[in-house]
Structure formats: structure tokens, C-alpha cells
């Protein structure tokens, strides 16, 4: 199982950006996803997730109104769309699929102007 996230990057508030998550070594279309971040200092926060068929979604508080889950089941990726991004999103984006307990190693986000 290998999940590897990609698209981070410095942002100016704002900004947008797509993160991505390419998974490997599982049956992809099977499996709920999740998007996790983690601030210097601070807890795991849970950002968004996906239940396997697409079409059912769940976000966090913090990020509701600005981030949009997707995947596509058949180049078994899940993507993570962020818009109007502010200084407090700037984190660490972890992609997970729960019920396998995998995680990504993290692509870095920094808001700042």
C-alpha cells in the first residue's frame, strides 16, 4: 500500500492550490480517503474526506465553503482543490485511507505573503 501526495507549495493569501494523492498496491475503488493536516506544534486536524464511490463528502469546520474533496476511482487519485487559503492552513496535507491505516508522507502548504 503507498500513497503519495504532491502539488504543495508557497501560496499567497487568497491563493488556490490542488493538492494530489496517487494511491498503489490496493484496491483503490473500495476504500474511503481521507485528507489530514498537521501545523507546527499542533494536533492532526482532519480536513476532508470521500467516501469510495465519489459521492459523498465530509469536511472540517475550518475549511467548509473553501476546500473540495474529489477522486477518480480509475487513475486512483484523490485530490484536494483549497481556495481563498489563509495563513492558518499552512500545514503539512496528509492523505489517508483509514481503513487500511496508511498515510502518505505529507506535501508542505505554506500561506504567506
Known amino acids: 500500500v503507498q500513497l503519495v501526495e504532491s502539488g504543495g507549495g508557497l501560496v499567497q493569501p487568497g491563493g488556490s492550490l490542488r493538492l494530489s494523492c496517487a494511491a498503489s498496491g490496493f484496491l483503490f475503488s473500495n476504500y474511503n480517503m481521507k485528507w489530514y493536516r498537521q501545523a507546527p506544534g499542533k494536533e492532526r486536524e482532519f480536513v476532508a474526506a470521500?467516501?469510495?464511490?465519489?459521492?459523498?463528502?465530509d469536511y472540517g469546520d475550518s475549511v467548509k465553503g473553501r476546500f473540495t474533496i474529489s477522486r477518480d476511482n480509475y487513475k486512483k487519485m484523490v485530490y484536494l482543490q483549497m481556495n481563498n487559503l489563509n495563513p492558518e492552513d499552512t500545514a503539512v496535507y496528509y492523505c489517508?485511507?483509514?481503513?487500511?491505516?496508511?498515510w502518505g508522507q505529507g506535501t508542505q502548504v505554506t500561506v504567506s505573503s
Open positions: 489517508n485511507c483509514p481503513r487500511l491505516n496508511s
Open positions: 470521500i467516501l469510495s464511490a465519489g459521492r459523498i463528502t
